[in-house]
């Protein structure tokens, strides 16, 4: 396995300037610029304890650039790049792919009315092989099977139900060992029962909503170090018990825009899936 390597976004031109999720709503304007410019830099400190960070210049206009975990999906050399929902976000797709396009990845772009926000709905599964991917508020269904495509990996369909958790990655992780931290009120039925076939009782972590409004979910795993924003006792003790380290790291101006660790990252190493 290479270097680990993550993208991140300094916040640089990072506002709550819009209202496209319900977290941004009364939050406009209200992010302190130099708390977040401090949180931000403190995240990139930790995450450069465990991995090559490399950056994506900011862009005035584009508050939400910062969420670079909504570029693409990357597997190996491949990435499909994000159609973003909402147009206040379009702005940011040809500067996502200037980037891929200049490290030399194979680009994909999917039909420009095809919505897909990248690894924010889409995460390797670390111990199958496939790709979970979410559906319901940001990213189209009929994508799906683009991406099975392109990337050459089984895709599992994952509808989302609950407007506070509308990308996959607020509320689901897929860790190194196979356990899946996870908030299951956020998808629905048939979602549920797919994710309980495919990952055993004793690899599913469950968290409880104050952990998930939290972001909790929204968390960098690498090897055996779990970083994230806040984490209850409890969900501390369950994940030191599994083995990890568990790393706060405060991120309350982010959350005013409805992301967190995870989303503020975007990680460039994935290796193909067995
Ligand atoms: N304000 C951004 C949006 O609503 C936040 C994106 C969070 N990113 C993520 N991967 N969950 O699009």
Not at 57 to 84: E, I
Not at 125 to 154: I, K, M, Q, T, Y
Request: overall charge negative.
């Amino acid at each position: 396995m290479g270097e680990t390597r993550f993208l991140m976004c300094a916040p640089s031109h990072y506002d709550v300037d819009y209202v496209i999720n319900p977290w941004m709503a009364g939050n406009v304007h209200r992010s302190a610029k130099a708390v977040a410019a401090a949180q931000w830099q403190q995240l990139q400190g930790v995450l450069a304890g465990h991995a090559r960070v490399e950056q994506l210049q900011p862009q005035p206009g584009l508050p939400d650039l910062v969420f670079t975990a909504n570029a693409g999906v990357v597997v190996d050399d491949r990435v499909v790049l994000a159609r973003f929902f909402h147009p206040e976000r379009q702005g940011e797709e040809p500067w996502f792919q200037q980037w891929f396009e200049s490290q030399g990845y194979r680009v994909t772009l999917l039909p420009a009315d095809l919505p897909f926000e990248g690894a924010g709905d889409a995460l390797l599964d670390r111990s199958g092989g496939w790709l979970w991917a979410g559906h319901g508020f940001r990213s189209e269904l009929a994508a799906h099977p683009l991406l099975a495509e392109a990337l050459a990996v089984e895709v599992l369909s994952l509808r989302l139900m609950d407007k506070r958790f509308y990308h996959l990655d607020t509320c689901f992780c897929p860790l190194s060992d196979g356990t899946l931290l996870y908030y299951p009120p956020a998808f629905d039925f048939d979602a549920n029962r797919l994710i309980e076939t495919r990952v055993p009782a004793a690899k599913r972590l469950v968290v409880e909503e104050a952990d998930a409004l939290a972001f909790a979910c929204n968390a960098v795993n690498v090897g055996r170090s779990v970083i994230l924003n806040q984490a209850s006792a409890g969900l501390r003790h369950q994940l030191e018990r599994r083995g990890y380290d568990v790393l706060e790291t405060p991120l309350s101006e982010f959350l005013k825009a409805g992301g967190a660790a995870k989303c503020l990252t975007l990680r460039l190493d994935e290796p193909c899936p067995a």
